[in-house]
């Protein structure tokens, strides 16, 4: 059996504005079905501890889950917890109508991080990041430039990136080009 690796095999850009950084692999879980189920909603709080709400996600340490349409949500947990974690849930949702799938490896996650992290993301994506506007706890699901992306804010400087790995190393590069030396905005 081969070992699991990640896009980029922890990348980082470091000589700029803010710091970009491949996180490595990360356990994700897409579940669909009726968000309001009381089961589903007792199953994602023992792996996040919270349900999400609308545009949000609920953290705890690794784990989290993330809200990301009216009947689905992306849950987070080490890579190597995958497989029990979608056991658990079948055990748990028996009887009710879900899907769960491992798209670990289908993702790529990155971290944007330092005083100007806002003005990187800002640059390439339509959301407002003004300090009262976009808070640790939010979610969106968005574009990055022309790349299909989710994130949310980990720290008051620091972002998290998700996307499709097939397109890992254009993301890596259009956060890196972002965050260039001397391309501040300014504007948060």
């Known amino acids: 059996m081969s070992n699991a690796v990640s896009a980029l095999q922890g990348a980082s850009y470091v000589d700029g504005i803010a710091d970009v950084t491949e996180f490595g692999l990360r356990g994700m879980i897409t579940l669909r079905g009726d968000l309001s189920d009381k089961k589903l909603i007792k199953a994602v709080k023992s792996i996040a501890g919270a349900m999400p709400g609308m545009r949000s996600i609920a953290l705890e340490e690794d784990d989290g889950a993330a809200w990301m349409s009216p009947d689905e949500l992306l849950l987070m947990v080490p890579h190597g917890d995958v497989a029990s974690t979608i056991e658990g849930l079948s055990k748990s949702l028996a009887g009710t109508h879900f899907l769960a799938a491992d798209v670990s490896d289908a993702r790529a996650v990155f971290e944007v991080s330092g005083p100007k992290a806002r003005d990187v ?67 948060f």
């Open 121 to 187: 993301m800002a640059k390439l994506a339509p959301v407002d990041f003004a300090n009262s506007a976009f808070e640790k706890g939010m979610f969106r699901r968005s574009r990055l430039a022309q790349v299909p992306a989710a994130f949310w804010m980990n720290e008051q400087d620091a972002f998290t990136v998700v996307c499709f790995r097939s397109v890992a190393q254009y993301m890596f590069d259009l956060l890196s080009v972002a965050a260039q030396p001397g391309s501040e905005v300014d504007a």
